[in-house]
T-cell receptor, first 111, second 112 residues
């Protein structure tokens, strides 16, 4: 079946750097995309979402970019902090279906 | 108040036993889900209920039976537990189509 994948299983950055986490999706019919953050022992936490009629959306310190031509999604975290250390998942769906999650990228931030 | 709460948080049981995991959401959402997260952190959809009706049932062994007594609750009953059922199970709820899910904190099931 169709699935969402991530390019890198781990990413290590220094505190204060900008982080970019990438995701490739395969279902061209998907019209809604979300990034989740999962800390150890907790459930996934919503970070930011974007619909297929947009290519960029900004939140507080986070930006999501969507490139529908190459079916690519990215999450940019500005001025990464130790508290950003977690597993990050992209997820996608189309109307009437459940969210499909990618495999996750573990972000490690060292101070 | 916890938006989506699951009980128990940890569950250790022997093979062959029957167990249940409970989930409640106080967000007034119509749709609830069960996901299974394996040891490699991969999250896979199991079931979805909308206003007490089953709408998604992925390829899950029929030993797993969800039950929704009302739209605020979605419980998961598992019969004849097997070692491969060991995982973290997450409940989630959704306000409506095209919106994000709110997840519970998970139930870590260990079958020995």
């Amino acid at each position: 079946g169709e699935s969402v994948g991530l390019h890198l299983p781990t990413l290590s950055v220094q505190e204060g750097d900008n982080s970019i986490i990438n995701c490739a999706y395969s279902n061209s019919a998907s019209d809604y995309f979300i990034w989740y953050k999962q800390e150890s022992g907790k459930g996934p936490q919503f970070i930011i979402d974007i619909r297929s009629n947009m290519d960029k959306r900004q939140g507080q310190r986070v930006t999501v970019l969507l490139n529908k031509t190459v079916k690519h999604l990215s999450l940019q975290i500005a001025a990464t902090q130790p508290g950003d250390s977690a597993v990050y998942f992209c997820a996608e769906n189309q109307a009437g279906t459940a969210l499909i999650f990618g495999k996750g990228t573990t972000l490690s931030v060292s101070s | 108040d916890t938006a989506v709460s699951q009980t128990p948080k940890y569950l250790v049981t022997q093979m062959g036993n029957d167990k249940s995991i409970k989930c409640e959401q106080n967000l007034g959402h119509d749709t609830m889900y069960w996901y299974k997260q394996d040891s490699k952190k991969f999250l896979k959809i199991m079931f979805s209920y909308n206003n007490k009706e089953l709408i998604i049932n992925e390829t899950v062994p029929n030993r797993f039976s969800p039950k929704s007594p009302d739209k605020a609750h979605l419980n998961l009953h598992i019969n004849s537990l097997e070692l491969g059922d060991s995982a973290v199970y997450f409940c989630a709820s959704q306000r409506g189509q095209g919106s994000g899910y709110t997840f519970g904190s998970g139930t870590r099931l260990t079958v020995v």
